[in-house]
């Protein structure tokens, strides 16, 4: 098997991007159609550019993965899947690790992917067999720890109909998470939610 240079292993990365966004059942047109883009634009200057210095390498892979190395999805596990077949060793920043670690997620948007697909990547060799059953048991307590935390937030909000002034942007990932994981007809009738939306249109900071 013919080793890659950087330049050209990089050039296969956009191409598996390519493989994967447009199998994906989880991004929409748009979605597919912005990551398309991110994959040609690094591709045509890496064509432009063959020897390009390690800087501007590394700067390209960079934005090329950030989105591999922060979300938590099964397109996500088929990407790694498709780098690692195609003999591709780039380090993977995994948000399991720390969520494991830290008993949290570090960003909302993390927390959102894996509550709604954890069903599913639960089940999937990449998982399975790099966390032990215990992990996975603990993951699960931690989105559903996630997930009773966000709501509480919402409720005591709604009880006082107010929000705090050290809660804003909480709040706002709370509404965030509650609208992507369509959970607002599992704890909230319609005038609730309606409530929440006028409470957050209607906040002032002081």
């Not at 292993?9 to 398309?36: G, P």
């Not at 965030?176 to 409470?199: G, H, P, R, S, T």
Request: charged residues 35%; hydrophobic residues 30%.
């Amino acid at each position: 098997m013919t080793t890659l240079g950087n330049t050209e292993k990089l050039i296969l990365v956009t191409k598996i991007n390519d493989k994967v966004v447009e199998c994906s059942t989880n991004m929409d047109e748009k979605t597919k159609e912005a990551f398309r883009n991110l994959s040609k634009f690094t591709r045509d200057i890496l064509e432009k550019e063959p020897k390009m210095n390690s800087y501007g390498l590394n700067s390209l892979k960079s934005g090329l993965l950030t989105y591999w190395n922060e979300s938590i999805n099964p397109d996500t596990e088929s990407f790694w899947t498709e780098l690692k077949v195609n003999g591709i060793d780039y380090e993977r920043k995994e948000p399991l690790k720390f969520v494991l670690e830290k008993n949290q997620f570090r960003r909302v948007e993390q927390g959102m992917d894996a509550r709604m697909h954890w069903g599913e990547l639960k089940k999937r060799k990449e998982i399975t067999d790099k966390y032990s059953k215990a992990e996975i048991e603990k993951i699960e307590t931690i989105i559903a720890e996630d997930e009773n935390r966000r709501l509480e937030i919402l409720k005591k909000c709604l009880r006082k109909n107010g929000i705090p002034q050290s809660q804003y942007l909480k709040f706002g990932e709370c509404m965030a998470y509650m609208n992507k994981c369509e959970l607002w007809d599992k704890y909230f009738n319609k005038d609730d939610v309606q409530q929440l939306y006028n409470i957050w249109t209607n906040f002032k900071l002081k």
